[in-house]
Nanobody, 124 residues
Framework: QVQLVESGGGLVQAGGSLRLSCAAS????????MGWFRQAPGKEREFVAA????????VYADSMKGRYIISRDNAKNTVYLQMNSLKPEDTAVYYC?????????????????WGQGTQVTVSS
């Protein structure tokens, strides 16, 4: 079982940036893809971005392309989400997740372990 701890959330004005981090422990980090999801009040959890085990492949939700960048540092057992040009509709709790697979995928069913989430609030 892997443990995931997110950090870096907070309050930011529209157009600003935040960088989320997710520290993993409990299993070999580099053996699995990692992902970020988010959940706004009253909405279902949705895919944000995922990165393959090596970092060589990344996938993004359409609304995040060009604004968000996912990366990982396998030496530090950490995955990051750089969020730029933030909009009020980006407000949500952001969750880090560990995949069951090596490759980056978008399906929530492909992810077996989750962090506790970190709140991101974008003011207009």
């Amino acid at each position: 079982q892997v443990q995931l701890v997110e950090s870096g959330g907070g309050l930011v004005q529209a157009g600003g940036s935040l960088r989320l981090s997710c520290a993993a422990s409990g299993r070999t980090f580099s053996n699995y893809a990692m992902g970020w999801f988010r959940q706004a009040p009253g909405k279902e959890r949705e895919f944000v971005a995922a990165i393959s085990w090596s970092g060589g492949s990344r996938v993004y939700a359409d609304s995040m392309k060009g604004r968000y960048i996912i990366s990982r540092d396998n030496a530090k057992n950490t995955v990051y989400l750089q969020m730029n040009s933030l909009k009020p509709e980006d407000t949500a709790v952001y969750y880090c997740a560990s995949s069951k697979f090596l490759r980056a995928t978008q399906s929530i069913a492909d992810f077996g372990s989750w962090g506790q989430g970190t709140q991101v609030t974008v003011s207009s």
